[in-house]
């Protein structure tokens, strides 16, 4: 049985373990610039960070909603990561393939993944998502720890073979960069300059494992080992999250190979629906990083820059609340999937023993 952790161990971590002079930060957490913001957006792109963003976390605590009122199975938040996912996903092109874990619906949203579809996966009646991953750039779920760093490495090796130019991004957290799966994949990108960006959101947490269990000097520096790029950033600074992402990307599709990108971010929620984070950490904790919120420090951003007012704000608020209301009617009105999927997709041809029990329970061949 596992024992629970010792006390002493979960207040070491009251000492804030982010060293904030090394990661890029372009604006602070109460709004005011801290470098250069000019990152090349538009000031329609611009608002369109906040829209994502407002529209992402009114998404999420709707899940949340949908997993408690029984109409989601199991549902993992990405509540506090919301400058990390859309940042990151607003610097993917069209011909680029995101390879998410199970925490990225606030990129799939960006990357304009149909989000009634993929709650399938979450409702439990589809495996991972009906939608078309090459039509939106975004591949299955992938709940399997870190297995998508390979695929993301597969298939940009792939996309250099082919000669063409675009990039893959592989989403993943801190705990899944201690997986040999993260090395293999980092390994092989770097030896054979595939193009790729791997984007650790250190959420600071691996279900209950906390960072100082998992390593010892930052993520991001590993990269120096491989021979690539790494840096730090502010995950909960969009603009920095897009800076930096955009650039390993352009890089990724010129022929510069990969870069490691470890964004700095927090899970305010529990790691899913069926874990109770109380039991491994401290309301403190959670509170202070409240504190660093990536939409409202980006909203006195932009409405200080005079970019954004206070009238776009709410608009954004209420198209959210119709968004997710559509979703939810959506959702909830699914019919059940047909049966005969039970037997799909894993046989070409399906061994005698399959076929005659899919003639027992369907009554065809
Ligand atoms: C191969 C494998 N081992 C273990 C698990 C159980 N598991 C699910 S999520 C998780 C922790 C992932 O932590 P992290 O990579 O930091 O991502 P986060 O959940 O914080 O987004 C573990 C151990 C799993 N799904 N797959
Ligand atoms: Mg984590």
């Given at each position: 049985?596992?024992?629970?952790?010792?006390?002493?161990?979960?207040?070491?971590?009251?000492d804030d373990p982010i060293d904030h002079t090394s990661m890029l930060q372009l604006v602070g957490p109460d709004g005011t610039p801290a470098g250069d913001?000019?990152?090349?957006?538009?000031?329609?792109?611009?608002?369109?960070?906040?829209?994502?963003?407002?529209?992402?976390?009114?998404?999420?605590?709707?899940?949340?909603?949908?997993?408690?009122?029984?109409?989601?199975?199991?549902?993992?938040?990405?509540?506090?990561?919301?400058?990390?996912?859309?940042?990151?996903?607003?610097?993917?092109?069209?011909?680029?393939?995101?390879?998410?874990?199970?925490?990225?619906?606030?990129?799939?949203?960006?990357?304009?993944?149909?989000?009634?579809?993929?709650?399938?996966?979450?409702?439990?009646?589809?495996?991972?998502?009906?939608?078309?991953?090459?039509?939106?750039?975004?591949?299955?779920?992938?709940?399997?720890?870190?297995?998508?760093?390979?695929?993301?490495?597969?298939?940009?090796?792939?996309?250099?073979?082919?000669?063409?130019?675009?990039?893959?991004?592989?989403?993943?957290?801190?705990?899944?960069?201690?997986?040999?799966?993260?090395?293999?994949?980092?390994?092989?990108?770097?030896?054979?300059?595939?193009?790729?960006?791997?984007?650790?959101?250190?959420?600071?947490?691996?279900?209950?494992?906390?960072?100082?269990?998992?390593?010892?000097?930052?993520?991001?520096?590993?990269?120096?080992g491989y021979g690539f790029p790494g840096i730090r950033v502010d995950g909960n600074d969009v603009l920095a999250v897009y800076r930096v992402t955009n650039?390993?990307?352009?890089?990724?599709?010129?022929?510069?190979?990969?870069?490691?990108?470890?964004?700095?971010?927090?899970?305010?929620?529990?790691?899913?629906?069926?874990?109770?984070?109380?039991?491994?950490?401290?309301?403190?904790?959670?509170?202070?990083?409240?504190?660093?919120?990536?939409?409202?420090?980006?909203?006195?951003?932009?409405?200080?820059?005079?970019?954004?007012?206070?009238?776009?704000?709410?608009?954004?608020?209420?198209?959210?609340?119709?968004?997710?209301?559509?979703?939810?009617?959506?959702?909830?009105?699914?019919?059940?999937?047909?049966?005969?999927?039970?037997?799909?997709?894993?046989?070409?041809?399906?061994?005698?023993?399959?076929?005659?029990?899919?003639?027992?329970?369907?009554?065809?061949?």
């Amino acid at each position: 049985m596992l024992s629970r952790r010792p006390r002493s161990t979960r207040r070491e971590r009251m000492d804030d373990p982010i060293d904030h002079t090394s990661m890029l930060q372009l604006v602070g957490p109460d709004g005011t610039p801290a470098g250069d913001t000019d990152v090349g957006l538009s000031a329609g792109d611009l608002r369109a960070l906040l829209r994502f963003m407002i529209r992402a976390r009114r998404l999420d605590r709707e899940c949340m909603l949908l997993q408690r009122q029984g109409e989601l199975t199991v549902y993992p938040p990405f509540e506090g990561q919301e400058a990390a996912q859309v940042g990151s996903a607003f610097a993917l092109g069209r011909e680029d393939l995101a390879f998410p874990s199970f925490r990225e619906l606030a990129a799939a949203v960006v990357r304009g993944v149909d989000v009634v579809e993929y709650l399938q996966y979450h409702r439990g009646t589809w495996h991972g998502g009906p939608y078309d991953p090459y039509a939106s750039g975004f591949a299955p779920i992938c709940v399997p720890v870190a297995t998508q760093i390979v695929h993301a490495v597969g298939w940009a090796l792939g996309v250099k073979l082919d000669g063409r130019s675009a990039c893959s991004i592989a989403y993943f957290g801190d705990g899944s960069a201690s997986e040999g799966d993260f090395h293999e994949a980092a390994n092989l990108a770097a030896v054979f300059t595939a193009p790729v960006v791997f984007f650790c959101q250190n959420n600071g947490w691996a279900i209950s494992v906390p960072p100082e269990e998992q390593y010892v000097a930052p993520i991001a520096d590993r990269a120096a080992g491989y021979g690539f790029p790494g840096i730090r950033v502010d995950g909960n600074d969009v603009l920095a999250v897009y800076r930096v992402t955009n650039e390993a990307a352009e890089r990724a599709r010129s022929g510069g190979g990969p870069t490691l990108i470890e964004a700095m971010t927090y899970r305010i929620g529990p790691h899913s629906t069926a874990d109770d984070a109380s039991r491994y950490r401290d309301l403190e904790e959670v509170e202070r990083w409240r504190t660093r919120d990536p939409i409202e420090r980006y909203r006195r951003y932009l409405t200080d820059a005079g970019i954004a007012d206070d009238a776009f704000v709410a608009a954004c608020g209420a198209e959210a609340e119709s968004w997710v209301a559509g979703i939810r009617a959506g959702l909830t009105t699914l019919g059940a999937p047909p049966a005969s999927e039970v037997f799909d997709h894993v046989f070409t041809e399906p061994p005698a023993t399959l076929a005659r029990q899919r003639r027992e329970a369907l009554g065809d061949a």
